[in-house]
């Protein structure tokens, strides 16, 4: 008989987009005729820009005549796209990325899980609670942890609480850590890290030799000048850490699929030896053997984010999503309710009413308001109590959904 990967069998069932999807199926036909607003998955719904449509439409031309043909491309992504990133994402920011450190892919989900490819398997690993779900199931799968406990946490992991109490913002670990993801803006609670936080986490990398995995997939939604969008804004991040970024959510490109990870030249690790090892030379080589790259179709289109027209179609993308949290947080607030995220971030992050848990209150908005949103206890045991809406809809979703929140 074949044998499956047993960690596999570590992951807790019931994840929590498919209960969400059970629980509206289950509503709906019972209630066929109510009308259901999704504010729950983290999914966009606004049109892909024109700026991008116009180059892919292009460049599938070009792939129809012999001379713009392209087969397989480099597997670190085209140079054109990879110059127009760095230039545009990190040197006119101040950072020192080039684009030989810059490795297109079709999507940070899977570059944040697939960097555990290069990761030794003793590392110590910290994530947040709540935290974006793949994370921690990506190590469950790599078999980095133990099982899960009663409420869910993996043995193995540092769990950093983050909540109302610490303004969302983990404490350093007291225990040595290897390997710490942190995500800002951050998914689920919308929080942000001033330049300080991230000093004080690059700070604490360095002296731990430790590494910062930095998901960056929604620096575009941050509106205060002062915030950092990169790690690599920050003093000493090269020695220590690795970014991802994705054009999914500031593009609209979830079904385009086109994202981007940051690997640092001489940003070390250890071997087992104790001999250091360049982490850019084994990314390169996992990438090179497990990866084709791109379509040429979708990183001319990604490309083209950074055009004048592409740019300022992306701001209004930004700014359109933007305005629906600033209506979600106005709303929620005048309904009584305590609201976090949704400043710098599409997402608003609320404490649950009195009396209701994360569940307790998404069967409500459901059943009252027929509103879906995704209750915070599925990111963590620390989310128990909160529960997130998303700015991804129509104006006139958001606008409808509030109505009916307001009128409960
Ligand atoms: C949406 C999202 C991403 C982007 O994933 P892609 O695979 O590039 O679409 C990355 N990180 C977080 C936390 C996200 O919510």
Same mark, same amino acid.
């Given at each position: 008989m074949v044998q499956v990967n047993g960690n596999y069998l570590k992951l807790k069932a019931g994840y929590l987009f498919p209960e969400i999807a059970r629980r509206v199926r289950a509503f709906s036909e019972a209630h066929p005729?109510?009308? #259901?607003?999704?504010?729950? #998955?983290?999914?966009?719904?606004?049109?892909?820009?024109?700026?991008?449509?116009? !180059?892919?439409?292009?460049?599938?031309?070009?792939?129809?005549?012999?001379?713009?043909?392209?087969?397989?491309?480099?597997? $670190?992504?085209?140079?054109?796209?990879?110059?127009?990133?760095?230039?545009?994402?990190f040197v006119g920011r101040g950072c020192q990325i080039s684009a030989e450190e810059i490795f297109i892919s079709d999507g940070s989900k899977c570059d944040s899980a697939n960097i555990l490819d290069i990761l030794g398997e003793g590392n110590r690993i910290a994530v947040t609670d709540p935290v974006y779900p793949v994370y921690v199931d990506s190590n469950v799968m790599a078999g980095r942890t133990g099982d899960a406990d009663q409420a869910g946490r993996y043995g193995g992991l540092t769990y950093l609480p983050i909540s109302a109490a610490n303004g969302f913002?983990? $404490?350093?670990? *007291?225990?040595?850590?290897?390997?710490?993801?942190?995500c800002f803006p951050n998914n689920p609670t919308g929080a942000v890290a001033t330049r300080a936080q991230l000093q004080a986490w690059v700070d604490y990398a360095r002296a731990h030799g430790a590494l910062i995995l930095?998901?960056? !997939?929604?620096?575009?939604?941050?509106?205060?000048? *002062?915030?950092?969008? *990169?790690?690599?804004? #920050?003093?000493?991040?090269?020695?220590?850490?690795?970014?991802?970024?994705?054009? *999914?959510? @500031?593009?609209?490109?979830?079904?385009?699929?086109? !994202?981007? &990870? %940051?690997?640092?030249?001489?940003?070390?690790? &250890?071997?087992?030896?104790?001999?250091?090892?360049?982490?850019?030379?084994?990314? @390169?080589?996992? $990438?090179?053997?497990?990866? @084709?790259?791109?379509?040429? #179709? %979708? /990183?001319?289109g990604a490309e083209a984010v950074y055009?004048?027209?592409?740019? !300022? /179609?992306?701001?209004?993308?930004?700014?359109?999503?933007?305005? @629906?949290?600033?209506?979600?947080?106005?709303e929620l607030t005048a309904a009584g309710l305590a609201v976090y995220g949704g400043e710098q971030a599409p997402y608003v992050w609320l404490k649950t009413p009195e009396g209701l848990d994360s569940w307790g209150f998404f069967d409500h908005l459901l059943g009252q308001a027929h509103v879906v949103g995704t209750p915070g206890s599925g990111f963590g045991a620390a989310g128990e109590g909160y529960f997130r809406l998303s700015a991804f809809n129509s104006r006139a979703n958001v606008e409808e959904a509030m109505r009916r929140i307001r009128s409960l």
């Open positions: 005729d109510a009308p #259901i607003i999704r504010l729950g #998955i983290g999914d966009v719904t606004e049109p892909l820009p024109e700026a991008c449509r116009s !180059a892919m439409k292009a460049a599938i031309d070009e792939m129809g005549t012999p001379e713009g043909f392209h087969g397989y491309g480099p597997e $670190q992504g085209y140079l054109w796209l990879r110059e127009a990133v760095a230039q545009h994402d913002a983990a $404490q350093l670990p *007291s225990e040595p850590v290897d390997l710490i993801y942190l930095f998901d960056a !997939a929604y620096e575009a939604f941050i509106q205060d000048p *002062s915030l950092p969008h *990169s790690i690599y804004e #920050i003093d000493g991040a090269r020695e220590c850490a690795i970014e991802f970024r994705s054009f *999914s959510k @500031n593009a609209g490109f979830t079904g385009t699929r086109c !994202a981007l &990870t %940051v690997v640092p030249r001489g940003l070390m690790g &250890t071997a087992a030896n104790g001999e250091p090892v360049e982490l850019w030379a084994l990314w @390169n080589r996992r $990438q090179c053997t497990k990866f @084709n790259g791109v379509s040429y #179709i %979708v /990183q001319r055009s004048a027209e592409g740019l !300022a /179609q992306v701001k209004a993308l930004v700014r359109f999503y933007m305005d @629906n949290a600033a209506i979600i947080r106005r």
